[in-house]
């Protein structure tokens, strides 16, 4: 693991390392070493409830001089909370030695709630005050309008580890215009909530034209195993953006912690993540998003299901019955979906297949998910449908959806992503903040 990283002048911070100023100012107290041993006697061992520290309380633990004397915009939303659950809005708001002057939400909005792919206007925080500024609206990226008497870029959100998930590249976008304005980009860490294991398939760079870019801006796997501040360095050094780039880690979390073994508090980052299995089921299911099937909107768990009233769910149970899934069980259910939003075949009987995790450690909801879409299609060649291109972009290159399109097996796309992946973790090891 790399001690240091620079981005043009700045030092981007690792695990243990005192924060460093982006003027020659002392910190006033440094972070403290977090080794294997002090892990574990924290409650990192398997099962246990560790104390971690969220970048955002380590900033304003340790590291306040980096916002003393700027105006601040902060790209944020409802996930952004101390370890005792208070708003990082708020707090930043209140403290007397920042000057907040702007709020920037990402989909979903600013305090959370909207459901996702709903386009979302410019507003005022009704808390604060302060502008805020929709970054999935007529603009995905800030204007240089937005960021007039801004000083310095500050980023906290809660990602959940998957490649189609937005609020990375809400991250990455805003990045490349702090770059082009000269203007600090600041990353306040978080866990990464489904741990730091990575399967593909690995998004070959082209396919961001393909979909949509938000759901798929630079090249990482579709379980990309990484944290918010991991995905900017890499990002940022890998692509050329060349930010005046730094990340203030989370103190004392392990890469192969889930978020309940943190000791954080849990809050939906967005209306259909409504657990921690839905955030680990969604980086597989989510490809499903993109047919003629659901997952389970409008139900009692999104992300649980796989389903259509056209699926032939004993088939396809006795079908997939021959790969022996690892981590996890299936099941046939009927569902009836209901509500507001985007809910396909509301009020509709739908077979499905319901996911039950056994083992979380084994469990792999990529090929999981491959798996289902290969049989699906062999079982029901004129009743699937790809319904746009959002499933190119997830499947990660043109010649994975040619693969699927022409039927070849899951083992034989597996493996091919397989190799890719291996060589795209050569690449990204360095960019590691985590043991």
């Known amino acids: 693991m790399n001690q240091r990283y620079s981005s043009r002048a700045t030092t981007t911070l690792t695990l243990g390392l005192a924060l460093i100023a982006f003027s020659s100012a002392a910190c006033q107290s440094a972070p403290q070493v977090v080794d294997e041993e002090q892990t574990a006697a924290a409650g990192g061992a398997a099962g246990a409830t560790a104390a971690v520290v969220p970048g955002l309380e380590v900033l304003l633990r340790d590291s306040v001089h980096l916002l003393r004397g700027k105006r601040v915009g902060f790209l944020t939303n409802q996930t952004a909370i101390t370890s005792d659950g208070r708003s990082g809005i708020d707090l930043l708001h209140q403290a ?23 386009t979302i206007d410019n507003d005022r ?7 805020v500024f929709s970054l999935y609206g007529q603009v995905q990226r800030p204007t240089p309008a ?16 998957a490649r189609p998930y937005t609020f990375v590249w809400t991250m990455a976008m805003a990045m490349e215009v702090a770059a082009q304005e000269d203007i600090p980009f600041v990353v306040l860490d ?9 399967e593909g398939p690995l998004m070959q760079q082209e396919m961001r034209n393909v979909g949509q870019a938000i759901t798929g801006y630079y090249a990482v796997p579709l379980r990309h195993g990484l944290t918010v501040g991991e995905v900017a360095r890499y990002i940022n050094e890998e692509f050329d953006i060349g930010v005046d780039l730094t990340v203030i880690p989370v103190d004392g979390w392990s890469r192969g912690q889930w978020f309940d073994e943190t000791g954080l508090p849990w809050l939906n980052p967005s209306p259909n993540i409504r657990s921690l299995e839905a955030a680990m089921n969604y980086s597989g299911l989510v490809l499903f998003e993109a047919t003629n099937l659901t997952v389970g909107r409008g139900t009692d768990a999104p992300f649980s299901y796989v389903g259509a ?14 790969y022996s899934l690892p981590g996890v069980t299936l099941d046939s259910v009927n ?29 792999q909801p990529v090929w999981t998910t491959l798996v289902l879409l290969t049989e699906i299609k062999r079982l029901h060649p004129n009743q699937l449908r790809i319904e746009n291109e959002g499933f190119t972009q997830m ?24 190799s890719e992946l291996q060589a795209w973790e050569g690449v990204v090891d360095r960019y590691r903040l985590y043991e």
């Open 96 to 118: 007397p030695d920042i000057e907040l002057v702007a709020l920037y939400g990402p989909e979903h909005g600013l305090r959370g709630g909207i459901e996702g792919g709903v």
């Open 125 to 131: 925080d009704a808390a604060t005050g302060l502008p």
């Open 146 to 161: 937005m960021l007039e008497g801004v000083d310095v870029l500050l980023f906290d959100m809660q990602d959940i580890g």
């Open 190 to 198: 978080r866990p990464n909530p489904i741990t730091g294991k990575v």
């Open 309 to 322: 009233p056209w699926l032939d769910v004993g088939r396809l149970l006795q079908a997939t019955s021959r």
């Open 335 to 363: 569902l009836v979906p209901q509500g507001e939003g985007y809910i396909p075949f509301r009020g509709e009987n739908v077979r499905a297949v319901r996911l039950n995790i056994t083992d979380r450690e084994a469990f």
């Open 395 to 418: 499947m990660g290159s043109r010649w994975a959806r040619e693969a699927f399109d022409r039927g070849d097996s899951a083992e034989t796309i597996w493996s091919r992503w397989q």
